[in-house]
């Protein structure tokens, strides 16, 4: 009988999980048909597969709540795949691992992973490999030739649906960075800051399936301003952006640091705003990589997973960011100069029109990839077009977006994980509801699927 | 004087001239002013003396010297000395050359024997060859699956084009007399092609091949700052990342000299089969 005990009831004893009926037994006797009985038994021998202590597992279901739980085991079928993560540091699959990333600060938790040893503790053999675009990294990665990458937190999203490639299920394993991302604009500008006048503008991001495209659209969309029609918006690599804007090409850029930070050093732009101003803690970049990898490689994935959380962990005290800085600098990484490094991670920069400022949560490392920033960012792709149609927001976020798996790791690692998001999403002052995701899109007098 | 010291002087005074604008150009501006909030100074980096634009001659010595002082060194898998990068940019010309090389001269001899063929082959040549190499890079991409192959790909199907142009030509024009020759000596096809046509032909198309290595050594740089794979396009790509003129612009001087020994090597290969008739 103990396996249609309900595993996913979080409280101890004896007890069903709606209260109604003495037993759990007793209670799925009552109501399902014979199918979904299997299917939940099913499940439950995952769980037990995943959490062999009764203790832990009650543990983990409070944490992330009992849907939660559900959907994302269901992701993970086949149940191979788990079993293998619930011996947590099970024998790896394979040592050498080849890892797509973009020079800039975003992807600091997987860069010094690796000269700070992180991927050397857990038993790995990391090439980290400087990719030149976006566009390379997609290809790349659904050509097999990475083995996992930093990612634009959309990408997975939309590589996942088949938006602007072929479709590959893939997966997210932590968020990279909060935060950290500006509107850098060329020196010509620093009289014209009110975005109401800035019809006829060129800029450039860096991917089209990114937060630093639907950021830049948000904010010229609440300034009245049609992002298809007012204005021009470019895709290009960061590293290119700052050649661009000196050389006039364009008018600024949202764009990852350093390279705003690089564009103030260089004296060819200001910071105009920094991201956080518009949704303190937005997520930026993503780590991930295709499901199929995560299903052949789980303890290698789970072994990667648990040296960038380390990472991040450590990235997020701020007392940190000096060493982290002087780690990721050299031509083999970032290949910048430390003081501009320095300014991005600590939050005490020079913002290009001769002021110090001080903004310590300037970026932010917060691994756990909490599904409402999924929807957020689908909600956003619907808006402008990207997706048409019906979008069952939830459910591609959580097949796509490991945020148990996330928890669970940094639990087992002594890292504290929230269990609610630590902010609210509230963008530019308007309040996100991840339950009500196509009111919100409705809800923008300025968007193309109108 | 003679016409070659002449030459050698006026070289020698177009190069100081460059230089000596350079260096006028150059001139380290003032950096912070007194007025200047020390701390703002020092987070835009002119508390120390800082050129914008292109670097001082002394700054290119000195990235010059960095580089060259270890060719070799291997600090991380995305920074390799200059020695490596170049080593793997003549490889994948190298392969990709040579897999064009295979392709052309054979079919190149085809055409050239063969009316119907050139007629039948023509238009697809005259279609495909005026095509920039590196718009085929995203269809390679997507098709190969591999960006070191795609890259070699793109210099495989730039270089094949002249040879295959060069070798049909070659081969077409030889002249009658030999053939009739070896037409009334009974030689066989295969004893003609090897034995008349292909010494004759050879001059032409190692021009060919001399045009194509030309060509490779212009497109490599472009492919590798696209793909990212390391190489000396790479090298480029990485340094302006850093936005680091002085090792740009030592990079664009290593392509040159490199680019020039190769058709040096090629030009010594054509005089060695040079025949008078």
Redesign the interface.
């Known amino acids: 009988m103990s396996l249609f005990r309900n595993p996913f009831d979080s409280r101890p004893g004896w007890g069903c999980a709606c209260g109604r009926h003495a037993s759990t037994a007793e209670h799925e006797a009552g109501s399902p048909g014979a199918e979904e009985l299997s299917a939940r038994a099913l499940r439950a021998a995952a769980l037990r597969a995943l959490f062999p202590k009764d203790a832990e597992r009650r543990r983990f279901l409070r944490a992330v709540g009992r849907p939660t739980a559900m959907a994302a085991l269901a992701s993970l079928f086949p149940f191979g795949a788990l079993e293998a993560m619930a011996q947590d540091k099970g024998k790896i699959e394979r040592k050498d691992v080849k890892i797509g990333f973009i020079p800039i600060t975003c992807a600091t938790p997987l860069i010094m992973s690796s000269p700070l040893g992180f991927y050397e503790k857990q038993g790995l053999n990391v090439t980290l490999v400087k990719t030149a675009g976006w566009a390379l990294i997609r290809d790349k990665v659904m050509n097999k030739e990475y083995d996992a990458s930093h990612l634009l937190a959309p990408m997975p999203l939309a590589i996942s649906l088949g938006v602007g490639s072929g479709a590959l299920p893939m997966n997210v394993a932590t968020i990279q960075n909060s935060n950290g991302q500006a509107i850098t604009l060329a020196l010509k500008h620093k009289d014209n800051r009110d975005p109401k006048n800035w019809k006829g503008f060129k800029f450039a991001v860096p991917f089209e399936f990114s937060m630093h495209n639907f950021l830049l659209r948000y904010y010229l969309a609440e300034h009245g301003l049609d992002p298809d029609r007012d204005v021009q918006i470019r895709v290009v690599p960061p590293p290119e952006m700052v050649a661009n804007l000196r050389a006039g090409n364009i008018d600024g850029y949202l764009g990852p640091d350093p390279f705003n930070q690089r564009a103030v050093y260089d004296q060819v732009g200001f910071i105009h705003l920094l991201t956080r101003d518009l949704w303190d803690g937005h997520p930026c970049c993503s780590f991930g990589t295709r499901s199929d990898w995560v299903k052949e490689n789980p303890n290698t994935f789970a072994a990667l997973y648990r040296a960038v959380l380390n990472a991040a962990a450590m990235a997020a005290g701020p007392e940190n960011r000096t060493t982290i800085a002087e780690a990721i600098a050299p031509a083999n990484y970032l290949n910048q100069p430390v003081p501009v490094l320095e300014q991005v991670l600590t939050g005490r920069y020079a913002d290009g029109l001769g002021n110090v400022k001080n903004v310590p949560n300037r970026i932010e490392f917060d691994p756990v990839p909490w599904n409402s920033l999924g929807v957020w960012i689908l909600t956003q792709m619907k808006r402008w077009g990207y997706l048409k149609g019906d979008v069952r927001y939830k459910e591609i976020v959580q097949q796509v977006y490991l945020m148990t798996e996330a928890k669970r790791l940094m639990k087992a690692e002594g890292i504290m994980a929230p269990a609610e998001m630590p902010k609210k999403i509230v963008v530019m002052g308007k309040p996100f509801d991840a339950a009500r995701p196509e009111a919100y899109v409705e809800s923008f007098a300025i968007r193309k699927s109108a | 004087m003679s016409l070659a010291g002449k030459a050698a002087l006026v070289s020698a005074l177009l190069l100081a001239i460059c230089l000596g604008a350079w260096h006028v150009a150059t001139l380290p501006k003032a950096s912070a002013d007194a007025a200047?909030?020390p701390?703002?100074a020092?987070?835009?980096?002119l508390d120390k003396p800082k050129t914008?634009g292109l670097p001082t001659l002394a700054q290119l010595g000195a990235a010059s010297w960095k580089q060259l002082a270890h060719p070799f060194h291997d600090?991380?898998?995305?920074?390799k000395g200059i020695g490596i990068q170049l080593a793997y940019s003549l490889g994948r010309v190298t392969l990709g050359f040579a897999l064009a090389a295979l392709v052309a001269v054979p079919l190149g001899f085809v055409i050239g024997l063969s009316p119907l063929a050139h007629r039948a082959l023509n238009p697809f040549i005259q279609v495909l060859k005026p095509i920039s190499p590196l718009a085929w890079m995203p269809l390679a991409?997507?098709t190969i699956?591999?960006?070191a192959a795609s890259s070699i790909f793109v210099i495989f199907i730039c270089s094949v084009w002249p040879m295959l142009i060069n070798t049909s030509h070659g081969v077409a024009s030889v002249r009658r007399d030999w053939l009739n020759v070896a037409k009334t000596l009974e030689a066989g096809t295969v004893r003609t092609c090897l034995q008349v046509i292909l010494p004759a032909a050879t001059p032409v198309i190692l021009t060919g091949m001399r045009i194509s290595m030309g060509i490779a050594w212009l497109v490599i740089v472009a492919a590798e700052?696209?793909?990212?794979n390391l190489g000396i396009g790479y090298f480029v790509?990485?340094?302006?990342?850093?936005?680091?003129l002085s090792n740009v612009i030592f990079a664009i001087l290593v392509i040159g000299v490199v680019g020039m020994l190769l058709d040096l090597l090629f030009g010594a290969l054509q005089r060695a089969f040079a025949y008078v008739e």
């Open positions: 200047m909030d701390e703002y020092r987070l835009m980096g914008d600090s991380g898998s995305n920074d991409l997507y699956k591999d960006s700052m696209l793909v990212g790509w990485n340094e302006w990342n850093n936005l680091s």
